[in-house]
């Protein structure tokens, strides 16, 4: 038998390694080697951390983040602000914003970006969610009652931004986007704390 032949366990750990975001086979296989060589211990621990948040983490009810609880730490402080919702793609949008400091409103998050060309339309985002929200918290009477717009600039984000502002302008509400110093194509969560606190203070009215 020759060195590093992979057995057929050490094969799976690698093809479900290289199956995550960002990690191609060869690093699949450089962290599968890492952890062969790790002390089990350590290894088992992080076995039981992915158990673990996979088994409790789910969505908040009210915002659709990640969230133990019901209601997620955000949704549930009673000094956010109510009347403002900050729209954002991904769970990870909302931890750049509030790595910024500058954003004490509420999130709802889409979980994607309206794609006809991968076929994902309304349904298969978090926005008719969005919609009910508003009606059954009767957003739109609340005092300075605004929607932040904070998809990632894209033109995925660009439709999915129209398609909620068209939704939302006959309900009287008001509308604003952040203002990008991100590029196209950027990502607000690899933007830096201080591009992301810019982009919520100097939001532009749809
Ligand atoms: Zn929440």
């Known amino acids: 038998m020759q060195i590093n032949t992979p057995t057929d366990a ?17 690093s699949a296989t450089r962290l599968a080697f ?10 088992f621990r992080l076995a039981d951390a992915l158990k673990n948040a996979k088994e ?21 402080s009673p000094v956010r602000n109510g009347n403002t919702i900050c729209i954002v793609e991904r769970p990870s949008d909302c931890r750049a914003i509030e790595s910024s400091k500058k954003y004490t409103g509420l999130y709802h998050v889409l979980h994607g970006t309206l794609s006809p060309v991968e076929g994902i339309g309304p349904e298969q985002i978090k926005v008719f969610e969005l919609i009910k929200r508003i009606n059954e ?27 909620i502002s068209k939704l939302l302008k ?8 952040i203002a990008y110093g991100l590029p196209m194509g950027g990502s607000l969560e690899y933007a830096d704390r201080g591009t992301i606190g810019r982009a919520m203070e100097n939001r532009v009215e749809c």
């Open 137 to 163: 918290q009767k957003f739109s009477e609340q005092e300075n009652s605004e929607v932040v717009l904070a998809l990632n600039p894209s033109v995925e984000g660009e439709a999915t931004c129209l398609y």
């Open 56 to 76: 409790k983490v789910h969505l908040c009810s009210q915002c659709y983040t990640y969230t133990e609880t019901d209601l997620c730490e955000i949704c549930a």
């Open 170 to 177: 006959p309900l009287g509400i008001k509308i604003s986007r």
């Open 34 to 43: 890492h952890l062969l060589n790790a002390d089990k211990e350590k290894v």
């Open 10 to 26: 050490l094969s799976a750990l690698v093809h479900e390694l290289s199956r995550l975001p960002g990690i191609g086979e060869k």
